[in-house]
């Protein structure tokens, strides 16, 4: 059976579990900001260790790695691939065939399909961007009690229906793949192999019959939880909730992270400035030359 605590956070006397939630929540956004600013492969490649350090930080069991590995290769991967085949933008230089110009329909139809170096490349870049969110929603979602988030979000006067929506979707998604692992079970017991031929009507019918039972099963799951919810009042009469002090050193923690992220901002529109012509300070070249090696 699958084991759904995989999904679900575990107490321990890390220093990341032991943080406020205003802090994880705020240190969560800058990085995912900071994914977005920086362009230079080196400091995404920084920036994407320094999540696995915190992840080692943690001592996340092997489990838990073997997930995320599975997501980050999956998702990583994903994002080379459609790049390195759809770029479009010039000049680009072709590696591989993939499909001939003469291949009947297709290559009729695409002009020929191949691997591009150039979108290899930026695919790499897009897909540091995204292992890096992965990886740090990953990180708070398996160190912070969904109870916290929620109390934090309600705190900030977020509207409690959407605050009660994602911290349910935390929830529901150890929930999803233990739905998953009882049909695959049952249907494994009633001697089905969905794996054992590899021809289009079986995966379609394997399709078929292991995706509409966790459908099903989910749906009725989803309706329990909405009537259980609606029963105690939902949403009705929400007070402000208080939390516990904020820790002074999580504050300065936060507003370091908020300083350095509007200094890359500061840094990128200057580059901008002087890339377009608009503004060149000649006394700033080294500061110029930093931010397109490093930013």
Not at 26 to 45: E, H, K, N, Q
Not at 174 to 184: D, G, K, Q, R, Y
Not at 284 to 293: A, K, P, Q
Request: glycine share 8%.
């Amino acid at each position: 059976m699958y084991d759904r605590t995989l999904w679900e956070p575990r107490p321990n006397d890390s220093l990341i579990y032991r943080m406020d939630g205003r802090t994880k929540i705020i240190l969560l956004g800058f990085i995912a900001l900071a994914a977005v600013i920086i362009d230079s492969p080196r400091s995404l490649l920084l920036l994407f260790w320094l999540v696995l350090f915190m992840h080692c930080w943690t001592k996340a069991d092997f489990a838990r790695w073997r997930i995320l590995i599975l997501f980050l290769l999956l998702s990583m991967w994903g994002g080379m691939v459609s790049q390195a085949l759809f770029y479009s933008q010039e000049p680009r230089t072709e590696i591989a065939c993939v499909i001939a110009p003469g291949t009947p329909v297709l290559g009729s139809l695409t002009g020929g399909v191949y691997l591009y170096r150039e979108g290899i490349l930026y695919g790499a870049q897009q897909a540091l961007r995204s292992g890096i969110m992965l990886a740090a929603g990953l990180l708070v979602c398996w160190n912070t009690d969904p109870r916290q988030l929620l109390r934090v979000m309600v705190y900030w006067r977020m509207p409690y229906e959407f605050a009660f929506m994602l911290t349910t979707g935390m929830r529901f998604l150890p929930v999803v793949f233990n739905e998953t692992a009882v049909v695959l079970t049952a249907q494994r017991l009633k001697g089905f192999k969905p794996m054992h031929s590899f021809s289009v009507n079986k995966m379609i019918q394997t399709a078929f019959q292991t995706l509409l039972p966790i459908l099903a099963r989910v749906l009725r799951r989803a309706e329990m939880l909405a009537l259980s919810v609606e029963s105690r009042g939902f949403g009705r009469g929400i007070n402000r909730i208080k939390l516990l002090k904020w820790p002074v050193g999580e504050k300065l923690v936060c507003l370091v992270a908020g300083c350095l992220l509007l200094g890359l901002v500061v840094l990128k529109t200057l580059n901008s400035l002087q890339y377009n012509g608009l503004v060149y300070f000649p006394a700033w070249n080294y500061l110029y030359s930093f931010v397109v090696i490093w930013i």
